[in-house]
Nanobody, 113 residues
Framework: QVKFVESGGGLVQPGGSLRLSCVAS????????RYWYRQIPGNQRDLVAY???????NYADSVKGRFTISEDNIKNTVYLQMNSLKPEDTAIYYC???????WGPGTQVTVSS
């Protein structure tokens, strides 16, 4: 079974940047699609971005032009580069894949002055 561990979150001022990482371990092949989600406690988990095995990417309208998803297959890691961060980006960020696996612990992103 695949296990995900997210990292890279933190406190950043509006307009700042963070790069999140998600390391996959276990039975990781094949992972056809890699996803980043975010969740504000008490709300549903929302899809932020995804990356297919063929390299296609797609983003939520709220992050288009600011966030970039990428991966390093050698390191079994997917990244989310987040630029021009806004207070409304504050959430816990999670990764997952297709086929889906149990959710990891997530990483907290807080955008505040």
């Amino acid at each position: 079974q695949v296990k995900f561990v997210e990292s890279g979150g933190g406190l950043v001022q509006p307009g700042g940047s963070l790069r999140l990482s998600c390391v996959a371990s276990g039975n990781i092949f094949p992972l056809n699609v890699r996803y980043w989600y975010r969740q504000i406690p008490g709300n549903q988990r929302d899809l932020v971005a995804y990356l297919t095995s063929s390299g296609f990417t797609n983003y939520a309208d709220s992050v288009k032009g600011r966030f970039t998803i990428s991966e390093d297959n050698i390191k079994n890691t997917v990244y989310l580069q987040m630029n021009s961060l806004k207070p409304e980006d504050t959430a816990i960020y999670y990764c997952n894949a297709d086929p889906p696996a149990p959710w990891g612990p997530g990483t907290q992103v807080t955008v505040s002055s």
